[in-house]
């Protein structure tokens, strides 16, 4: 039984808590969707746009990688009208879908939605799956992707997948992705102001750059228009989707089907069909998913067992998950939990990365004025003790210009330069400036010690 707390949700608490996340976080703004059940608690917005309008109820945002729970929806509804099979090989419902891994023929839709179908970013060449023109241009780059496992033996995540079954709803369905998604899940929830972004969207916003928000744009991708991250919505709107999220399914789908949809499918209960489990050892887990494209982020929660809904999104973007830790703290709230101030982290860090920035420039230009000085007294000294005194500035430089591998590695994700420069914006320009610096340093000395040698050799 729910407790009476959660019953009955602080309302006023909820507008509260809302007013200190827009003191606290520094967001250029926000918009915020709180509900239990159908009952839309909180709809609206906080600060302003990339214009400079206030953000509102009604305020467009793109949802990113949410947008993967709708596409999700989409596939359960066509499976359970017989157009698509979940659990049939894809080969076999999509001609045009093939890899270069014979396991491919092993992955259904089910493996795809989620995301064990053994593709991964590195298998599937992300980047340029990304930046195909359209689903269909998704699937054609496939033909020379591998699996990293067998479809079914583990979770990774990868916009590939949900591209894929973008691509097979619109074949089964006989339209083009964004009318499906119009068609099978906007309308009948009455989701008025919500579409599928066009191919030729920008992305207008901001992004947080040792502390300061820079104004960015950003050209659309496959992402703003595709089945991973198309989704574009409303705080408004996001209460219809909560209602049916956490009700009975209807109108859309039976209870089963829709319970079915919060299953992990990973062999770790990690991620079900557009949701990743937040505590898969819970009794009744708590599932969530957030979202992160160029100038944009999102987060969204749901509570099936309380039908606590929460939603935030934002035109901006910063190395910590602003969006999915506020959405957490609104949950709390919702659910009459006691919920602490909201930490200053991001501040924090961006001060400390400012300050790094800043003495890693000023030893960069410390290591160009004295490279003559420091040349002379190295001089006469053994090669490898000079080469083991140039290594710090060669080490700076390396990992400058090794960010892109180095952050796919510790992310488990294909990392550009144009995603480091969102979400990791202050620690990427500390990397570049560290490694601008290293490389002057390294330039100015080596030059020096150069011309110290043919000094020497002409004497």
Known sequence: ?????????????????????????????????????????????????????????????????????FTAVAAVRLAARGEIALDRPVVAQLAEFDTADPRGALITPRHLLTQTSGLTDATAHAEAIDNAW????????????????????????????????????????????????RREVFAPLGMVDTRVGARTDTQPGAVSVLGVWAPRTWPASLLSSGGAAGVVS??????????????????????????????????????????????????????????????????QIIDPRTGIGVAVATESASMSDDTYEMARRLYATAAGAPVDPPPPVRQIVDGVLAGASLLAAILGALGVARARRWSERRASSRRWTVVLRLLPSAAALAVMLGLPWIGGVLFGRTLTWAVLFTFLASVTTLVVVAGTAGAVTLVARVAALRRIARLGSGS
């Open 1 to 69: 039984m729910p407790s009476a707390a959660a019953a009955s949700p602080p309302v006023a608490a909820i507008a509260a808590q809302v007013d200190a996340e827009a003191a606290h976080s520094g967001l250029p703004g926000f918009a915020v969707t709180v509900t239990r059940g159908t009952s839309l608690l909180c709809a609206g917005g906080r600060g302003v746009d990339h214009a400079g309008a206030p953000m509102t109820a009604t305020t467009p945002l793109s949802l990113a990688s949410l947008s993967k729970s």
């Open 134 to 181: 359209d689903p269909a241009g998704a699937v054609a780059r496939l033909h020379s992707a591998t699996l990293a496992a067998g479809p079914g033996a583990r979770f990774a995540y990868t916009n590939a997948n949900y591209e894929v079954i973008a691509r097979l709803l619109e074949v089964a369905g006989g339209a083009p992705f964004a009318e499906i998604l």
């Open 234 to 299: 409303t705080a408004r709107d996001m209460g219809r989707w909560f209602g049916f999220q956490n009700g009975d399914g209807a109108p859309l789908l039976s209870a089963r089907d829709l319970t079915s949809m919060h299953v992990p499918g990973d062999p770790r209960r990690t991620y079900a069909m557009g949701w990743i489990v937040d505590d898969a050892t819970a009794d009744h887990p708590v599932l969530g998913h957030t979202g992160s494209m160029l100038t944009r982020s999102s987060a």
